[in-house]
């Protein structure tokens, strides 16, 4: 993260991603701070930090989440009957969660681009402080629910995070700093589990507490010390309600046609990159009858070759090849090592197949980088709420698809069937890595748009 987008004219991109043409970009209005070093150092730090936040909160639900619900619905039930009525609640608290993706990430980026990145980011993350804070006095699976709703509304932070980093990162920068905010992920699946899981001990509501205080700090940081990215001059001028409409707003892919063949891939991807938060513990549980103590190692490791393909990885393969060959290496890695994965007759093939699968970490950066491009900078807000949309879609089917398939898959006998799942995903990245060669042409950094 070292020049703003709008500190000099843009210059082609490096290696294989060289710019099928050029063309200046039109005078920009002067930097605000978060382009100088002190100001940017600080934005940096903040907006990583509020990325953080999100994956923190994440993990620290994965080991709580299903066992407060689990004891609002258990009452009277045996152990297998509460944890299949648990199973069934949670589908729905998943799906309620994308439905609210779907709605309110084009709202987010519109607002962001109109008002700026700051105040959005510091009402998503002060609106996850009161849904950490709902869901740890919950009453009742109701009002739980009620705080899975918050959470979907105000989880558009981190798309609106994406969109602060495009503004004050050169283009050809831009795919190392998308990786940097990948490594959120990683770290975020190291420690998140790690905290819920200790807190969740002493009390299933006492993670939800630890998240409130995290945002807390966050929101209080961001306050006084945030600066904005987008300056006024570079804002959208006015609200247009229509591009607000989740359907509405995929009109962006119309007015940039370039924009069509990326948002395909990274559908495909995230559809397939659902297959394990939807059923790994169900999967490896039945397969080889793992337990929380082994799972939640495994998790870890998951994180820390993540962490390490983001932070060493990324910006040389970007440098030495391009955005869009570490997109396609990233979607080649994944779908190879969900195939692995699928049919392990082992779990030792299954850990191998790890550091393959950790790969696929060059797909975000490299995509998101290349989408940047795509876009001018007062558009940026609305691509990742365009982006954020998709994921909620993704969220909302792909649950569905992998249990659905699960549940049929261990009603056979043979020893490949309860891979099922991870082979539709294999197919989906497959997929990805078809349409990405043929469609993710580099392009020419995009001009201001004047809406």
Not at 82 to 95: C, G, I, L, R
Not at 303 to 325: C, D, H, T, Y
Request: glycine fraction near 10%.
């Amino acid at each position: 993260m070292t020049d703003a987008v709008h500190a000099a004219p843009l210059t082609e991109t490096t290696g294989a991603d060289a710019a099928v043409t050029e063309a200046p970009v039109a005078a920009q209005p002067p930097v605000t701070d978060a382009a100088t070093p002190k100001g940017r150092q600080a934005a940096v730090l903040f907006v990583y930090f509020s990325a953080l936040l999100d994956i923190f909160a994440l993990g620290i639900m994965i080991p709580v989440l299903p066992n407060l619900i689990k004891r609002f619905v258990g009452a009277g039930l045996s152990d297998a009957a509460a944890t299949a009525q648990a199973a069934h609640y949670s589908m729905y608290f998943a799906v309620t969660w994308g439905v609210m993706q779907f709605f309110c990430g084009p709202v987010m980026g519109m607002l962001s681009d109109r008002f700026g990145r700051r105040p959005v980011l510091l009402i998503s993350i002060f609106g996850l402080g009161v849904d950490y804070l709902f869901m740890a006095m919950a009453p009742s699976l109701a009002w739980l629910f009620v705080g899975r709703v918050i959470n979907g509304v105000t989880s558009a932070s981190f798309s609106t995070a994406n969109a602060y980093v495009a503004d004050v990162t050169a283009p050809q920068d831009r795919a190392k700093a998308f990786g940097l905010m990948g490594s959120a992920f990683g770290i975020g699946f190291i420690v998140g589990p790690a905290i819920g899981g200790t807190l969740g001990q002493i009390d299933l509501r006492l993670p939800f507490y630890f998240s409130a205080g995290l945002a807390l700090i966050n929101w209080l940081y961001g306050f006084f010390v945030l600066p904005e990215s987008l300056p006024k001059e570079r804002r959208s001028p006015a609200l247009n309600w229509r591009r607000a409409n989740p359907i509405a707003a995929f009109g962006l892919l119309l007015e940039f046609p370039t924009l069509i063949g990326l948002s395909l891939v990274m559908v495909l991807f995230q559809l397939a990159h659902n297959v394990f938060p939807s059923i790994f513990i169900l999967f490896v549980g039945h397969r080889w009858h793992w337990g929380p103590g082994i799972a939640g190692p495994m998790m870890m490791l998951t994180g820390v070759l993540s962490l390490l393909v983001q932070i060493f990885v990324v910006g040389r393969v970007v440098k030495a090849l391009g955005e869009r060959g570490a997109l396609l290496i990233g979607l080649g890695c994944a779908a190879a090592a969900f195939l692995v994965y699928g049919l392990a007759p082992n779990w030792m093939i299954f850990l191998a197949a790890s550091p393959l699968g950790a790969l696929g970490g060059l797909i975000g950066p490299g995509a998101q980088s290349l989408m940047s491009r795509r876009v001018p900078g007062n558009q940026q807000g609305r691509l990742q709420g365009v982006n954020s949309a998709f994921m909620g879609v993704c969220s909302i089917f792909g649950p569905v698809i992998y249990l659905a398939s699960l549940s049929f898959a261990v009603q056979r006998e043979t020893s490949v069937a309860p891979g099922l799942p991870i082979l539709i995903a294999a197919g989906f990245c497959a997929a990805a890595l078809v349409a990405a060669w043929f469609l993710a042409k580099p392009v020419a950094d995009a001009e201001p748009s004047p809406s």
